[in-house]
Structures are given as structure tokens and as C-alpha cells.
């Protein structure tokens, strides 16, 4: 059965909302290209267990601690999606999951570091080790109806900071109970059947990021024609949808009080590019970059960072409307002044996906392999901010989260 035009929309919207193909361009002799990075990457796989492939790119031994944590994130590099753990030495690589089919996402519980991942409509949990496999929601068998995308598909996991309540999206927001083994729908996805076989969604409910401290959890919520973000509050249940003249998008992080919500969009076309400020509380937004400068300038933003009184965050600004994705500087300010930068480093970026250390010193990101075709997986590169050079850490990756 083919999907509709709404529920096609959707998958695409979820594909594509925090993600950015792109390449590392390399601007200083420090920086190796892309074409290098590639090549060092697939001249240094090594052979896993058995006749799995391992993703992870060899660069010269790191000292032990070089990463804040261990690394997780899926690679396809076994021949199916699974989640794969870097450890702290930046060298040692272990294959988590050993599943049948796909890995669809995850999320690593930052209390004893148990990973919940997704496999043909269920959710597992299991430990750092790949012991203890357990079945937590069985969200039925997949399907390739309206009622199934809508309603029953499992999509997008969020431990909360203490490791007992697990988000989901099924059919809504739902929250699963560690110590009760159960879940709750607080949000229920909302459409519409206007006829002639056409379902249109109004608004649908994906987990994305819970506050430092627990207390609110930011939700996508997704629509027949764009998308945004809104806020739902454990203690009193209420959601708050962010007051965006836009479509808020596409990648944010939380303030470290857990009180305001940082968005920065590198988009320009059904989304505008710029840098927000939301309060969580209000949903109320504050423009600290607006998407048109008074002289018909372009400023665009991504991965935003609280770091003390400064952001971190990746820029740039263009005369006229881009053909194509924006490549970014790394750039420090103050939060009351975010046009005082200073730049981190010389390069430029085009990342699909960034981590940030919380302390700021570093961050994984996601480079897409010059030509590949294989999407959405890219090399993992270590770039660290005092300008040292960057280093590939595992190839055929997406998704990175730090845990145990």
C-alpha cells in the first residue's frame, strides 16, 4: 500500500528535521581534508569479532581519557545498524547489540549507562556489555497503513537524568517506568480523515531532549506541512508549545538552570535560518540572530552550547541566498552580546550531527564521506576547541551519545 502524502511527509520530516549531509572542508594545513579523512578511514578498518567489520577509524593510540566518556552511536559496519561503544581511550571499540534486523535508534540512561533501542516496532534495554537483554514495549508488528504510522510506529527514545522513566513516541508521548515496568500516553497524537483516503496529521509527538535537571522534557511535534518544538512538564503535565514566528528548527540544546531552550537553524528554504532563545516555561521567544540582517545579510547558526556566560556555536554569513548548505565557523560569544565572536577554529563545517563535551573542550561530529551515498551514516571526527587537529574516530556512524 503506498503511503500518503501526509505520512510520507512525516517520515521525511523525522529523517531530515536535525540532520545536515555535508563534508569537512578543510581551511588550515593542521586540518586533514575529507579525501584524507576517507581515505584513512578505509584504509584502517579492522576486523571485529568474527567476519564483522569494525567502524572504527584507527588515527594514531589516544592516552586513555581523551574522551569526557564513552561514545555510542549505530553503525551499519556488521552489515545491519547496530549500536556500537567507543570507550574513553578513543581506540577501544565493542559491538552493543547483536539483533536480527535494523536498530532503529537509541538511548543511553545516564544512571548505570542501560541502553534502550528500537528493533521491528519493540524496545529493548540492555547493558553496556550487550548482557541482559530485556523486552520492555512491544508496539505490534510494523505495517504500512495510516493507523500504524500514526498511531502504533515507535519512534525516538529520551532516558530522563535519573535512568527511571523512558520517553517514547507511539501514538504520542509516552513514558515508561523503569521501577513499575509500565507506560503512560501524557500526549496523544492528533489527525484528521478529511476524505477521499486522506489522513492529515495535526499534530504528532516525538521525545527529543530532557532538561538537566528532569523536570521538562522538549518534544517535537510534527504537522502536515512543518514541524516545531513544544515543552511538557513533569510536575504539572502541561505542554507549551514554543512561541516561534517560525517553524522552530533544528538543533538545540537546554540551558544549564533547565529554565530556556537554545535553537539555532543552517537552513534557509521551508525553514528560516538564525539563533532563538525560548523560554521553557513560557514558550516565549528571544531572536538573538535573526535570519536577515537590516543590509540583506543571511545569518545561519547550528549546535548551540551553554558554556557558563558564552555560547558556543557554529556560524556564518552570507550577501545572498545560498544554492546549497552553508559551511559554519566554531565561534565563542557572550550570551549578552552573540554577535562579539570570537572563531575557535579556522575551518569551516558542513556537519550532519554534532555532541558536545559539557565542558566544552570538544565535540564529535558527524562528517559525511566525500561521494558516499550511504545515508545517513558518516565518519565520527574528534574536534576539539583550543584548535587541535581534528581526528577521525570511527567511520559508517550516525547518532553519537556519551554514556558509562
Not at 520530516?13 to 540532520?19: E, F, K, V, Y
Not at 531552550?261 to 539563533?275: E, T
Not at 532563545?277 to 514558550?283: I, L, M, N, Q, V
Amino acid at each position: 500500500m503506498k503511503l500518503k502524502l501526509t505520512l510520507v511527509f512525516a517520515i521525511l520530516m523525522l529523517a531530515g528535521l536535525a540532520c545536515n549531509l555535508g563534508a569537512l572542508a578543510p581551511a588550515a594545513p593542521a586540518l586533514p581534508g575529507p579525501d584524507e579523512i576517507a581515505t584513512l578511514v578505509a584504509a584502517t578498518v579492522q576486523a571485529g569479532a568474527g567476519d564483522s567489520a569494525s567502524p572504527v577509524a584507527t588515527a594514531p593510540p589516544a592516552e586513555a581519557g581523551v574522551l569526557p566518556a564513552a561514545l555510542y552511536f549505530i553503525s551499519d559496519a556488521s552489515g545491519l545498524p547496530q549500536v556500537w561503544r567507543l570507550a574513553p581511550d578513543s581506540v577501544t571499540l565493542t559491538q552493543v547489540t547483536d539483533e536480527a534486523e535494523a536498530v532503529e535508534g537509541f538511548a543511553v540512561s545516564p544512571g548505570v549507562g542501560e541502553i534502550a533501542y528500537i528493533v521491528q516496532n519493540q524496545i529493548f534495554t540492555v547493558l553496556p556489555d550487550g548482557s541482559a537483554r530485556a523486552l520492555i514495549v512491544d508496539g505490534g508488528s510494523p505495517a504500512e497503513t495510516d493507523q500504524y504510522f500514526l498511531y502504533e510506529k515507535i519512534n525516538d527514545l529520551a532516558w530522563s537524568p535519573d535512568g527511571l522513566t523512558l520517553a517514547y513516541g507511539r501514538g504520542g508521548l509516552n513514558l515508561y517506568s523503569i521501577l513499575e515496568g509500565t507506560s503512560q500516553q501524557v500526549l496523544a497524537n492528533e489527525s484528521r480523515d478529511v476524505g477521499s483516503g486522506l489522513v492529515v496529521a495535526d499534530r504528532l509527538f516525538y521525545p527529543d531532549a530532557w532538561s538537566p535537571d528532569g523536570s521538562r522534557l522538549l518534544v517535537r511535534i510534527g504537522y502536515y506541512e512543518g514541524s516545531t518544538y513544544g515543552v511538557w512538564t513533569s510536575a504539572s503535565g502541561a505542554f507549551t508549545q514554543l512561541q516561534s514566528r517560525y517553524n522552530a528548527c533544528c538543533f538545540y540544546s537546554w540551558s544549564l538552570d533547565s529554565a530556556r531552550l537554545w535553537v539555532a537553524s543552517p537552513y534557509i528554504g521551508m525553514v528560516d535560518p538564525g539563533l532563538w532563545r525560548f523560554d521553557a516555561a513560557s514558550g516565549a521567544e528571544t531572536e538573538l540572530l535573526p535570519s536577515q540582517n537590516p543590509d540583506g545579510t543571511l545569518n545561519f547558526a547550528s549546535f548551540p552550547l551553554e558554556l557558563g556566560s558564552d555560547l558556543l556555536y557554529f556560524f556564518a554569513n552570507t550577501p545572498d541566498f545560498p544554492n546549497g548548505d552553508v559551511p559554519l565557523t566554531l565561534v565563542r560569544a557572550p550570551q549578552g552580546d552573540i554577535n562579539a565572536r570570537t572563531i575557535l577554529r579556522p575551518e569551516t563545517w558542513l556537519l550532519r550531527d554534532l555532541l558536545w563535551a559539557a565542558d566544552g573542550r570538544l565535540a564529535i561530529g558527524v562528517q559525511m564521506d566525500p561521494g558516499s551515498t550511504n545515508y545517513p551514516y558518516g565518519t565520527l571526527v574528534l574536534i576539539l576547541t583550543d584548535g587541535s587537529p581534528v581526528r577521525p574516530l570511527a567511520n559508517s556512524a550516525y547518532a553519537p551519545q556519551w554514556g558509562p
